[in-house]
């Protein structure tokens, strides 16, 4: 088994991160407004939502009541090649945007704020990832979703953190060695789980990054009963401790799913809701980002996802700004790394969706 430290230069950049952004508090009777005015924009323009679980918990709400969509980012991708909607309006960041339009370019697919990007993407570009590419020729180049059109247009697999470790031990089983982007700590955790020769890029999560393992550990003294849930974006340290790891879909079911009253949840807190809404009874507690003197710009809240509310939201529809486009000529190579992943995907009958849903 080895792990091969990125041995490629120049480093990937330092990712600048947002401050969260404060939206305006509603009254409940302006935000019944917005939201009756979000329906009736949907209906008119046969529009669906597809959001992902980090969201605020009024989005994921109206997405499921308007017929919509609320998954991780495998299904989020699926779910847009099997709606006979016209337009996806997809409420989450960037690459899921990209990914929407790169798989269903004759719809429109619009997004409440085009900034909402992702430290990984941004940590990732695609300069310097060709470059790496080419240090490297004898690997299979395998990216994470979390990445730009142009980084998965010179990948040949495409995986999101709910598919990586099937379609990672298919080609290790088939002796392919792997480059590996941009997520380090989900890439190492891939390779110690198959033993698949793995040359990882620098990237990492500013969310997950943040978790701690040795404030966990207290945490976790505190409540022996918890069950501990894990993103595999998150550093080794906190991944040891975990009960579960694996993506948000595999940790809601968890919490659905195990007979424990409480968890410790290391990701992003907007999975809380769906989480509540499945298991209203249990206690959810956020994985501790630090402790005393803690200095984490984003802790256990995703600043990009939180670019995504009612406001904007009403403001695309509306408007029909902020449609996702993408150059034709990336989008044909990237849509073979992206629908690899799908097809493996549905022929080992692998779905990103909650059962039932
Ligand atoms: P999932 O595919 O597990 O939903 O993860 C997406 C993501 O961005 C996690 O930070
Ligand atoms: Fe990217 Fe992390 Fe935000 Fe997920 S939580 S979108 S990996 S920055």
């Given at each position: 088994m080895t792990t091969q430290p990125l041995n490629y230069q120049p480093m990937p950049p330092r990712v600048q991160v947002p401050a969260?952004?404060?939206?305006?508090?509603?009254?409940?009777?302006?935000?019944?407004?917005?939201?009756?005015?979000?329906?009736?924009?949907?209906?008119?323009?046969?529009?669906?939502?597809?959001?992902?679980?980090?969201?605020d918990g009024d989005l994921q709400a109206l997405a499921e009541e308007t017929g919509g969509c609320v998954a991780d980012s495998l299904e989020m991708a699926r779910y847009g090649t099997t709606t006979d909607a016209d337009t996806l309006v997809v409420c989450g960041v960037r690459f899921m945007g990209e990914t929407a339009k790169i798989l269903n370019p004759e719809k429109r697919v619009l997004m409440p704020d085009l900034s909402a990007t992702c430290?990984?993407?941004?940590?990732?570009?695609?300069?310097?990832?060709?470059?790496?590419?080419?240090?490297?020729?004898?690997?299979?180049?395998?990216?994470?979703?979390?990445?730009?059109?142009?980084?998965k247009a010179r990948a040949d697999?495409?995986?999101?953190?709910?598919?990586?470790?099937?379609?990672?031990?298919?080609?290790?089983?088939?002796?392919?060695?792997?480059?590996?982007?941009?997520?380090?700590?989900?890439?190492?955790?891939?390779?110690?789980?198959?033993?698949?020769?793995?040359?990882?890029?620098?990237?990492?999560?500013?969310?997950?990054?943040?978790?701690?393992?040795?404030?966990?550990?207290?945490?976790?003294?505190?409540?022996?009963?918890?069950?501990?849930?894990?993103?595999?974006?998150?550093?080794?340290?906190?991944?040891?401790q975990a009960d579960v790891v694996g993506s948000t879909t595999a940790l809601i079911k968890a919490v659905a799913d195990m007979p424990n009253d409480e968890f410790i949840v290391a990701t992003d807190d907007g999975i809380f809701w769906k989480m509540h809404q499945l298991a209203p009874g249990k206690k959810l507690i956020s994985a501790p980002t630090a402790g005393v003197g803690a200095t984490c710009e984003s802790?256990?809240?995703?600043?990009?996802?939180?670019?995504?509310?009612?406001?904007?939201?009403?403001?695309?529809?509306?408007?029909?700004?902020?449609?996702?486009?993408?150059?034709?000529?990336?989008?044909?190579?990237?849509?073979?790394?992206?629908?690899?992943?799908?097809?493996?995907?549905?022929?080992?009958?692998?779905?990103?969706?909650?059962?039932?849903?």
């Open positions: 969260h952004p404060v939206w305006p508090a509603l009254s409940e009777h302006e935000k019944d407004d917005l939201k009756q005015r979000i329906k009736d924009l949907l209906r008119a323009q046969n529009a669906v939502l597809v959001a992902h679980y980090y969201v430290s990984l993407d941004e940590g990732c570009p695609d300069d310097l990832f060709n470059a790496f590419c080419d240090a490297n020729p004898d690997r299979t180049v395998v990216v994470y979703a979390n990445t730009s059109a142009a980084v697999w495409m995986v999101t953190s709910g598919i990586a470790l099937p379609i990672v031990r298919h080609l290790h089983e088939k002796g392919e060695k792997i480059l590996w982007a941009p997520d380090k700590h989900l890439g190492r955790y891939v390779q110690q789980q198959t033993g698949a020769d793995i040359l990882l890029w620098d990237g990492s999560c500013v969310v997950h990054e943040e978790f701690k393992g040795f404030a966990l550990e207290r945490l976790k003294r505190l409540h022996p009963e918890a069950a501990i849930l894990v993103h595999p974006e998150s550093p080794e340290d906190v991944l040891a802790c256990a809240h995703c600043p990009w996802m939180a670019k995504n509310a009612l406001q904007n939201l009403e403001q695309v529809l509306r408007t029909g700004e902020n449609a996702i486009d993408v150059d034709p000529a990336i989008r044909v190579d990237a849509v073979r790394s992206i629908q690899r992943m799908l097809d493996f995907a549905a022929s080992h009958n692998i779905s990103g969706a909650l059962p039932g849903r």
